[in-house]
């Protein structure tokens, strides 16, 4: 990267760069194993180190490469402070049921600790006092309601009137006993216990279906077959979903984050705000030098209109509170919420006991992802646990769930017939780096000029439920506002749900 560059021009997670990750063959023939585990995060290669370190033969698929997908996007906080969850959670499901979520994630806390000095990881691991902050007084209400269910559930966490940082708050809780990490340097030491274990890793191997039975099949795009007794599905939207319309009971958001050089001095501790527009604060050392990460903006995937705007803001947070000197990464993820906030983990369905998924983790996936692959471990290890109800896929909670389904599916609806309407313009109108909606032989289409001026043109109707996909400026890309599934310049799928690409229409030029 240009050291003189003061805003990078193409989005780049810091942990990518800053840590070398080993490639693997794609599956090109048909195997067999006891489990296949597809998605290659903090979940899957979390669960393939488990269940090898338990004597399983283990598969692994990534349908890209390993820790591209939100792992390798996370801000990586390791911390059992989810925002505002815990009055929520007590307030839907009882006293039990939230503490158990909070055993959960504080379980996969202290595992991930405990696996980096047993294995004696170099990941930047980094205790840290946790800060969940308000500005307005409607916020500081909840927080306060906050303070109260941590009192009712046991929660250790502390009021607090000020914090470290330069920011005039409405107050505060303090969670000590966090961390943060290098999301990639950590799960890069698995990946090499994993295949230490005899577990097998293939990248660039799409899953697309499971042949269901006692001992289910997972086929392959390139036709390749697997033959197994468990399927586990770490993906997004599972790529195998048992026809639970899981496209329905969740829904995706993007978020962004730079990672800056700061005029003044960071006083340590992680941030995040309780007010919207949500802001997040984490220190991390990169090369010897301290660097601050800036998250937030939070917006449901594909409706985030210009998305430089969102980066431009965080610049201007990061400015007003330490001043900045140079923005040396930006990056942005996106995460899947469900209608109750509790993760799906567990059974694809009540029927199939041998297709599992996890997904959901709603931000949070560096204690839930590794609090599901704890849980996937024990299910086949035939362990008690007391998570299986807690987050089991096939739950239903009236409240909050209908409220969330109707609020969610009429903003799909609101979305679907917008995009029909939208604006078109003329191919010749578009500058080098451009892209917009077209006519291609009447034909509604998306295209894009390159830095060369090479077009890329494609149908823009999702082929997952036909809504039309917007432009995302900043990752050139095309989204879905609907369910958040996300193409490249040409159509090819980089996001679920939709498992197939948007059609083509370069030929159709005249």
């Known amino acids: 990267m240009n050291s003189k560059r003061t805003w990078p021009e193409t989005p780049e997670p810091i942990w990518q760069d800053d840590h070398h990750i080993d490639t693997h063959p794609s599956l090109t023939e048909s195997i067999s194993t006891d489990v ?167 990248e660039h191997t799409v899953a697309i279906d499971v042949e269901k039975g006692l001992n289910p099949i997972v086929v392959t795009k390139s036709g390749a077959k697997i033959s197994c007794q468990t399927v586990i599905a770490c993906t997004h939207f599972p790529f195998y979903d048992g026809n639970a319309l899981y496209f329905s009971r969740m829904y995706a958001e993007r978020s962004y984050v730079i990672a800056a050089k700061t005029k003044q001095s960071y006083p340590g501790g992680m941030y995040l705000s309780a007010d919207m527009p949500k802001r997040s604060l984490r220190s991390y050392q990169k090369n010897g030098e301290s660097l601050v990460l800036f998250g937030g903006e939070s917006h449901k995937a594909g409706q985030g209109h210009q998305v430089t705007n969102h980066y431009q803001a965080l610049k201007f947070f990061g400015e007003e509170i330490f001043g900045l000197s140079q923005v040396v990464n930006r ?46 471990r024990d299910y086949l290890l035939n362990k008690d646990t007391p998570y299986y109800d807690l987050f089991s896929p096939s739950r239903f909670h009236a409240d909050p769930s209908i409220k969330t389904f109707l609020m969610q599916n009429a903003n799909v609806a609101s979305e679907f017939i917008k995009g029909k309407l939208s604006f078109t313009k003329e191919i010749s109108d578009l500058a080098k780096n451009e892209a917009g909606i077209v006519r291609v032989n009447g034909r509604k289409a998306g295209a894009y000029k390159d830095s060369k001026g090479d077009l890329h043109v494609v149908d823009t109707t999702c082929t997952h439920l036909y809504c039309e996909v917007n432009w995302n400026d900043d990752d050139r890309t095309w989204d879905c506002p609907c369910h958040g599934s996300r193409f490249s310049i040409d159509g090819e799928v980089l996001e679920g749900p939709a498992d197939q690409p948007l059609t083509n229409l370069k030929d159709d030029l005249d």
């Open 36 to 202: 296949v585990i597809v998605g290659g995060g903090m979940t899957g290669i979390t669960t393939a180190y488990l269940l090898s370190k338990a004597g399983k033969k283990v598969v692994l698929l990534e349908a890209n490469r390993l820790l591209n997908g939100t792992t390798g996007h996370t801000t990586a906080k390791i911390t059992t402070q989810h925002d505002l969850i815990y009055d929520e959670l007590l307030n839907h499901f009882g006293a039990e049921k939230a503490k158990h979520y909070y055993d959960a994630n504080n379980q996969a806390l202290q595992f991930i600790r405990e696996t980096i000095d047993e294995l004696s990881i170099q990941c930047s691991f980094t205790e840290e006092d946790a800060y969940l902050y308000a500005t307005t007084d409607h916020y500081a209400r909840k927080l306060t309601n906050e303070m109260n269910a941590y009192h009712k559930l046991g929660i250790h966490g502390e009021f607090q009137n000020d914090l470290p940082i330069d920011l005039s708050i409405k107050g505060a809780i303090l969670m000590s006993n966090q961390a943060h990490f290098n999301p990639v340097a950590y799960l890069s030491a698995l990946v090499n216990k994993v295949k230490e274990q005899q577990g097998q890793i293939f």
């Open 331 to 376: 990056w942005s993820a996106q995460d899947l919420f469900t209608l109750d906030k509790l993760p799906y983990i567990g059974r694809v369905t009540k029927n199939e006991p041998n297709i599992l998924i996890a997904t959901g983790f709603h931000k949070w996936g560096m204690t839930n992802g590794t609090a599901a692959a704890l849980l996937f």
